[in-house]
């Protein structure tokens, strides 16, 4: 089946650190990759959409100086956390979907990085 | 933003007995889908049911759609010690996955 591949799966770096994320689809191509985040024993919130040559759609209240998300190919989208600071600390987790098959397709998800900011 | 709501927030029972949750939702969807995630690892796909559907069964699992009600739910039968999991049902409309809040199953052996 397809495989999503997020690397890394845990991050420990100090306040100010810029961390990044990277989501690959390994044996698919993906038009469009997700980045969520997961609060511990919370749901997953959307924080945008990431179409593969373009720029990413965010959803409402997620800044998208903070959260910078590159699609540069259709296999491979990073998330880059910038400047992170302690409440940037967090289980982030991509996904991937290939818009080109038919629509009613399940999305493909990474294993997500554990991100701790001390 | 969050789509729905699951019910119940946590779900606790014996092996051989069957699990039950609710997912309500508010606006039109293409399709919605059903995912596991144990503890602190990604989300596995275990089902997906498509707005013109009503059932759909996949081993254990049995899956309902109630599109007039704006609801589903997820029955386990016969669960298993395996089984304990966090559940979650998604809504796929407008090209995006928008997940409802959860139910933490504790399956006891």
């Known amino acids: 089946g397809a495989v999503v591949s997020q690397h890394p799966s845990r991050v420990i770096c100090k306040s100010g650190t810029s961390v990044k994320i990277e989501c690959r689809s390994l044996?698919?191509?993906?038009?469009?990759m997700f980045w969520y985040r997961q609060f511990p024993k919370k749901s997953l919130m959307l924080m945008a959409t990431?179409?593969?040559?373009?720029?990413?759609?965010?959803e409402q209240g997620v800044e998208k100086d903070k959260f910078l998300i590159n699609h540069a190919s259709l296999t491979l989208s990073t998330l880059t956390v910038t400047s992170a600071h302690p409440e940037d600390s967090s289980f982030y987790i991509c996904?991937?979907?290939?818009?080109?098959?038919?629509?009613?397709?399940?999305?493909?998800f990474g294993d997500g990085t554990r991100l701790s900011i001390l | 933003s969050q789509q729905g709501e699951e019910d119940p927030q946590a779900l606790s029972i014996q092996e051989g007995e069957n699990a039950t949750m609710n997912c309500s939702y508010k606006t039109s969807i293409n399709n919605l889908q059903w995912y596991r995630q144990n503890s602190g690892r990604g989300l596995v796909h275990l089902i997906l049911?498509?707005?013109?559907?009503r059932e759909k069964h996949s081993g254990r699992l049995r899956v309902t759609l109630d599109t007039s009600k704006k609801s589903s739910s997820l029955l386990i039968t016969a669960s298993r010690a395996a089984d304990t999991a966090s559940y979650f049902c998604?809504?796929?409309?407008?090209?995006?996955?928008?997940f409802g809040t959860g139910t933490r199953l504790q399956v006891f052996p």
């Open positions: 990431s179409n593969e040559g373009s720029k990413a759609t965010y």
């Open positions: 996904s991937a979907r290939d818009f080109g098959r038919t629509s009613n397709q399940p999305q493909h």
């Open positions: 049911i498509r707005s013109n559907e």
């Open positions: 044996d698919f191509q993906a038009t469009t």
């Open positions: 998604a809504t796929d409309g407008d090209r995006k996955l928008i």
